[in-house]
């Protein structure tokens, strides 16, 4: 079973994306939600994750710059999946410098789990 965090301040998106994985993604799954980092880094210390979905802007106006850096010193090299509704934001555009397995466009994202993007997690 795939083990997937959600980490996004926005109760509709949990609601989309969860809907999203039940029509998309093929295998089994379960999906955590987390509304703050804090929450999601309270998951990762006590729960096993495969994948990770974070939105980029959160609450209290971090992005990505702050939150991946914050994860990665309890997740190691889980994937993480960075989300995000404003894709050409200049932070989001090179994977490699903020140690995400993959940017996607919130838009895009029911078409890339269609097309496979957690099947190798």
């Known amino acids: 079973m795939l083990n997937i965090l959600l980490i996004d301040d926005d109760e509709v998106e949990h609601r989309l994306i969860q809907r999203m994985l039940q029509d998309c993604y093929k295998g089994p799954f379960l999906l955590r939600y987390a509304d703050t980092l804090e929450k999601g880094l309270s998951i990762l210390k006590s729960q ?13 106006g971090l992005d990505a710059k702050q939150s991946v850096p914050a994860l990665r010193e ?11 509704s404003s894709i050409d934001a200049a932070h989001l555009r090179d994977k490699t410098i903020l140690d995400v397995y993959d940017i996607i466009d919130k838009f895009s994202l029911r078409k890339r789990i269609s097309e496979g993007l957690l099947a190798a997690k």
């Open 48 to 60: 096993a994750v495969d994948v990770i979905l974070l939105d980029d802007k959160l609450r209290a």
């Open 74 to 84: 309890i997740t190691g090299d889980v994937a993480m999946i960075l989300i995000s």
